[in-house]
């Protein structure tokens, strides 16, 4: 017993000591990252360490010259007119999507109504049995049209639905932010 007991002694001050020694993760990279030779490129590559805390990061690129300040009056018009461009681009697409998805709640709205007058129809054939039994006919033909009728407006909601996933995706493609919608 007592040997056991020396033994895990042993074993414990050999674990500390070696621990001890041990150089952290953190310290092997820290030393790895001195110890690598710096780019002089005129490209800045940042992370956590360098990154600046008191200004913006640009990521267009590098400060023009003194020579392109004439220049830079008519680019600017330029990217004016290409902004009021793609805003306009934007507001169009933003009306059609808005537009389907009004045509998707008329279009819903009609089903839903269908399907209520269906629900009570039903109810009141159903409701009186010597009324079904004379009228089964009159009442099958009415059944069919009101299952087609119901089945031709949940084909137009499925159209219009992927039609406003074409203009989304259009939108989203040219980079237009959908707005928010409650």
Do not use: C
Not at 23 to 47: E, W, Y
Not at 59 to 67: A, C, M, R
């Amino acid at each position: 017993m007592k040997r056991m007991a020396y033994l895990a002694a042993a074993i414990l001050i050999l674990l500390g000591a070696t621990a001890a020694t041990a150089q952290s993760l953190g310290d092997a990279a820290r030393a790895a990252r001195k110890s690598k030779p710096q780019a002089t490129s005129t490209s800045r590559h940042f992370d956590n360490d360098n990154l600046p805390k008191d200004q913006q990061l640009s990521v267009v690129g590098p400060e023009s010259s003194g020579d392109a300040n004439s220049s830079q009056a008519p680019a600017a018009s330029a990217k004016d007119s290409n902004a009021a461009d793609r805003q306009k681009a934007g507001e169009e697409l933003q009306s059609k999507i808005d537009e389907q998805k009004q045509k998707i709640d008329a279009l819903s709205h009609e089903l839903d109504l269908t399907q209520r007058e269906y629900r009570l129809r039903a109810a009141v054939v159903y409701s009186d049995a010597g009324n079904r039994l004379r009228n089964a006919a009159a009442w099958d033909k009415q059944d069919a049209q009101y299952q087609q009728e119901l089945a031709d407006k949940q084909k137009a909601i499925e159209a219009a639905k992927q039609q406003l996933d074409a203009v989304q995706e259009e939108a989203r493609k040219a980079g237009v932010k959908e707005k928010d919608q409650e």
